[in-house]
C-alpha cells in the first residue's frame, strides 16, 4: 500500500472553492490560501442565524498506545463514510502541532485513504494559526516583564509622569504568564529570566508547548471575536504585591493580543480525499490542555451539514471528558451519539499482560484481558447519557477470530452498536456500516448530563472527576496545590470548570499501569487559573506542559528528495 503522504499526492484534489460552495458558503465568506484551503469568515455565522442545526458526533477512543488507534483515521473515514449514504457531513478536526510532527508521529491528518489533503498543508504550518497563538501569547510574557522592568528602575511618579498610568506593583515572585512554542523543548520548561545589569528584575519562568496555551483554549471556546477580546481581558498574567490579579485589560496589552489573532479565529476549510469539507480549527494535546477543535467551527459546520464528525483528543478520560464537561457548557451544544475507536493491538497492549510475542499475531488471551479497557470505556462514555458506537479500526493482520470475538462482547455491553471499520485502506465504503450505525445512534434521543454541577467547589469538582471519570478513590492535594486553591477561592473562581492535566497514556496518573486502575488516590500537584477561558487545570502527578524530544524523533525521516517534494510525514 502506498503511504499516506503518496495517496495525498496522488489524489486529485477539488478547487477549495468548490468545496466551499458545495457546503453552501458563498464566495464572500472566503479568504483564499491558494487552491487547496480557505478561511471562513465569521460573518457566515449571522446568515446562518436562522438554519437549524445538523447531529453531532464525537469521536473518543479508548487508552491511547504506541501503535496508533486510528481516532482521526475513523474521524474522517466516518466523515466520508456519511456522505456516500447520503447524509451531508462535515469533519471538524484540530491543527496539528509541529511538536508532535517532528517529535514522535509525523503527521495528523488521518491516513491512508481517510485522510485530510493535502496532507503536508495540514501538518505544516497550514494557515498559521498556532503561530498567532504562541505570537499573542509571548507579546503577553514581554508586557508584563517589560512593566516590571520599568516600574522597578522609576520612582512611583517618575513612572506615572512618563508612562500615563499607575504603577501595577507587579510581583515578580507571582508571575503567572509563561512563555510558549510549538515544538517539544525539554530545556525550556524552567528558565530564569531578567540575566543582566540592564534586563529587569531577575525571576523564573518558562515555556510550555502553545497548544497548551490559555489563548489556544480561548480560540477553540470563544463564541465570536468580541467574546475572544473579553475573554483574552480577563487573563490573569500576575498577581500584585497584596495578591490581587493583574489582568491583561490592567495590563494594556488584550487588545494587541486580540488583533495578533483577528485571522486566527476564522477555521480553515480543507477536504478529505474524495472531496468531503473539513473545517480546522484550534489545538492538539487534550491530556494538558482543552485539546477538542472550535465552537465555532463546529457551529459553522451544524449550520451546513446533517452531521458534524468532530475529535476529542486521546482516550475518553481525556478530550472527551473535556469535551463534555468544558465545550459543550460554553457552546450550549451536546453530543448526539459518540464513537469509541478500538483496535486489537490497543487491547492486547492494555492487557498488562506482558508478552514477547509479535503483537500483530493472534493472542486471545491477552485480547480477552485487554476487553476490560474497552468495556470501561464504553460505560464512562454511557454516562454522559449519549449512544455509543464502538468502532473496530481493523489492520490487515488482524483476525477473522478475534474480530468476531470482539464483536459479539461488545454487544453485550451497553454499547449501541459495534462496527468493523477499513476506512483506512477503503476510504468511504469501508466506514458505510459504520456510518449507518451512527445514524440509527443519533436518532435516539440523548440524555446528556454534565459529571459536575457548576456550583460545586472545585475540590467536589476533581473528586468526581477522579471517581466517576477515573475510577479513584479520592484525591490528594499536594502543599502548593493547596496555597494555590487558597488564593483561587480568593479570588472568586470556584465556579469555573476544571481541566485535569494528565499522562494518556493510563486511566489514572500513572503511565505503567495498564487495563483498569483501582484503589488509586489522583495526586493534585499544581492548580493553574484559565480565568479568560473558564477553567482551572488541575496538573496531575508528573504530567509535563512541554514535551520533550525523544530519543529517535520524527524529524529524522523528514526530508526532501531529488524531485523538491517533502518525504517523512506519515
Not at 498488562?352 to 484481558?369: H, K, P, T, V, W
Not at 475540590?459 to 484525591?475: N, P, R, W
Not at 489522583?522 to 502527578?541: D, E, Y
Request: glycine share 8%; aromatic share 4%.
Amino acid at each position: 500500500m502506498l503511504t499516506d503522504i503518496e495517496i495525498s499526492r496522488q489524489a486529485k484534489h477539488q478547487p477549495i472553492r468548490d468545496i466551499a460552495h458545495n457546503l453552501g458558503l458563498e464566495p464572500s465568506e472566503l479568504s483564499l490560501f491558494g487552491e487547496t484551503k480557505s478561511k471562513v469568515k465569521l460573518s457566515v455565522l449571522n446568515r446562518l442565524e436562522d438554519n437549524l442545526e445538523g447531529k453531532l458526533v464525537i469521536v473518543t477512543a479508548v487508552t491511547p498506545t504506541p501503535y496508533g488507534e486510528g481516532k482521526t483515521v475513523t474521524t474522517i473515514g466516518l466523515t466520508q463514510g456519511l456522505n456516500a449514504i447520503g447524509s451531508k457531513t462535515t469533519a471538524c478536526i484540530r491543527q496539528p502541532s509541529m511538536g508532535p510532527v517532528f517529535g514522535i508521529k509525523g503527521g495528523a491528518a488521518g491516513g491512508g485513504y481517510a485522510q485530510v489533503v493535502p496532507m503536508e498543508e495540514l501538518n505544516l504550518h497550514l494557515t498559521g494559526d498556532i503561530h498567532a497563538v504562541s505570537s499573542a501569547h509571548n507579546l503577553a510574557a514581554a508586557a508584563i516583564d517589560a512593566r516590571l522592568f520599568h516600574e522597578s528602575r522609576l520612582s512611583r511618579d517618575e513612572f506615572t509622569e512618563l508612562s500615563g498610568t499607575e504603577p501595577l506593583d507587579i510581583d515578580p515572585e507571582q508571575i503567572l504568564w509563561r512563555r510558549v512554542v510549538d515544538h517539544n523543548e525539554r530545556s525550556l520548561r524552567n528558565i530564569t529570566v531578567g540575566l543582566g545589569d540592564v534586563n529587569g528584575p531577575i525571576h523564573d519562568s518558562g515555556f510550555d508547548i502553545t497548544a497548551a496555551s490559555e489563548l489556544m483554549a480561548i480560540l477553540a471556546l470563544s463564541r465570536d471575536l468580541k467574546d475572544m477580546r473579553q475573554r483574552i481581558g480577563q487573563l490573569i498574567l500576575a498577581l500584585d504585591k497584596h495578591g490581587l490579579p493583574i489582568t491583561a485589560e490592567k495590563l494594556g496589552v488584550a487588545g494587541a493580543m486580540t488583533v495578533i489573532l483577528t485571522d486566527a479565529i476564522e477555521p480553515t476549510l480543507m477536504q478529505t480525499l474524495t472531496g468531503d469539507p473539513c473545517l480546522i480549527h484550534a489545538g492538539p494535546f487534550a491530556n494538558i490542555a482543552h485539546g477538542n477543535s472550535s465552537i465555532i467551527a463546529d457551529r459553522i459546520a451544524l449550520k451546513l451539514s446533517d452531521f458534524v464528525v468532530t475529535e476529542g483528543g486521546f482516550g475518553s478520560d481525556m478530550g472527551f471528558e473535556k469535551f463534555c464537561n468544558i465545550k459543550v457548557r460554553e457552546s450550549g451544544k451536546a453530543p448526539d451519539a459518540a464513537v469509541l475507536v478500538v483496535t486489537l493491538k490497543a487491547l492486547k497492549a492494555n492487557s498488562g499482560i506482558a508478552s514477547d510475542s509479535d503483537i500483530n499475531q493472534e493472542d486471545m488471551l491477552r485480547l480477552q484481558a485487554g476487553f476490560a479497557n474497552l468495556k470501561w470505556h464504553i460505560d464512562n462514555v454511557s454516562q454522559y447519557g449519549i449512544p455509543v458506537v464502538v468502532a473496530i479500526n481493523r489492520f490487515p493482520t488482524d483476525t477473522s477470530v478475534e474480530l468476531d470475538w470482539l464483536k459479539t462482547a461488545v454487544n453485550e455491553t451497553s454499547a449501541f452498536g459495534c462496527e468493523v471499520s477499513e476506512a483506512f485502506s477503503l476510504g468511504a465504503a469501508g466506514a458505510e456500516a459504520l456510518a449507518k450505525t451512527v445514524v440509527n445512534a443519533t436518532k435516539h434521543v440523548s440524555q446528556f448530563k454534565h459529571l459536575y454541577p457548576t456550583e460545586a467547589s472545585i475540590e467536589a469538582k476533581l473528586l468526581t472527576i477522579a471517581e466517576a471519570g477515573y475510577g479513584a478513590k479520592g484525591i490528594a492535594l499536594s502543599e502548593e496545590a493547596k496555597l494555590q486553591l487558597a488564593k483561587i477561592k480568593a479570588m472568586g473562581l470556584e465556579h469555573l470548570s476544571v481541566c485535569v492535566a494528565k499522562t494518556p497514556l493510563s486511566i489514572c496518573h500513572d503511565p505503567k499501569v495498564k487495563g483498569i486502575p483501582s484503589s488509586f488516590e489522583l495526586p493534585i500537584t499544581q492548580f493553574k487559573i484559565n480565568a479568560g477561558a473558564g477553567f482551572i487545570t488541575a496538573l496531575v502527578g508528573k504530567v509535563m506542559t512541554m514535551p520533550g524530544l525523544g530519543i529517535k524523533p520524527g524529524y529524522l525521516n523528514i526530508d526532501i528528495n531529488e524531485h523538491d517534494e517533502i518525504v517523512g510525514l506519515a
